[in-house]
């Protein structure tokens, strides 16, 4: 499928403040491909189908959980942390993504994981600083992404993590992996 299509399939899927979203990762995610030399097209097609199950329902979601044998810790977590798992779950089931790298990208593109590929990380940082994105900060992870994709992706998890900590919110295990993974991987290299 090539662009427009896939953006025709996912866009009576969400609301339209997500689709301006959708496309703003998009772009993101095929600038940071470009400069960090990944393939453009699977950070494209990776970045569209993102959020496809970003308000699907829950249950449904669920379900889908127990039903492909996917990480049980998932169950109860709602759609924040389900979309992406069962995103890559739709990819792959009704648009034929077998693309490995770009279904743990849209699995992961949340939580981040241990030892993420370069793709990944693209989109990890896209869906955080792409363009409609507003915080306090989020200049600041722009930044970096133009300089360091791997400090980028710290600075966006460290970010991430202090906002869940601040709002008093749960942590999912595997955000608390990657953290520890890249910390880690930061003190390594001195």
Request: proline fraction near 3%.
């Amino acid at each position: 499928m090539e662009r427009e299509q896939y953006l025709a399939a996912i866009k009576p899927r969400m609301p339209e403040k997500r689709y301006i979203h959708t496309i703003g990762v998009m772009e993101t995610a095929i600038l940071l491909a470009e400069r960090y030399d990944e393939d453009a097209k699977k950070a494209e097609t990776a970045a569209i189908l993102h959020d496809i199950a970003k308000y699907a329902d829950i249950d449904w979601m669920e379900q889908i959980v127990r039903d492909e044998n996917l990480d049980q810790r998932l169950l109860g977590w709602g759609s924040e942390l389900l979309h992406g798992p069962v995103g890559a779950y739709i990819a792959e089931s009704e648009f034929g993504i077998t693309d490995e790298d770009m279904l743990n990208a849209i699995r992961f593109h949340t939580t981040g994981r241990v030892c993420m590929s370069k793709l990944e990380k693209i989109l990890f940082v896209a869906d955080m600083i792409e363009p409609n994105r507003k915080f306090d900060g989020v200049d600041r992870l722009r930044k970096k992404a133009q300089k360091d994709l791997d400090k980028a992706v710290s600075a966006c998890m460290r970010h991430t993590l202090s906002f869940l900590i601040d709002t008093k919110q749960a942590i999912y295990p595997v955000s608390i992996e990657c953290y520890n993974d890249i910390t880690k991987r930061e003190e390594s290299e001195g």
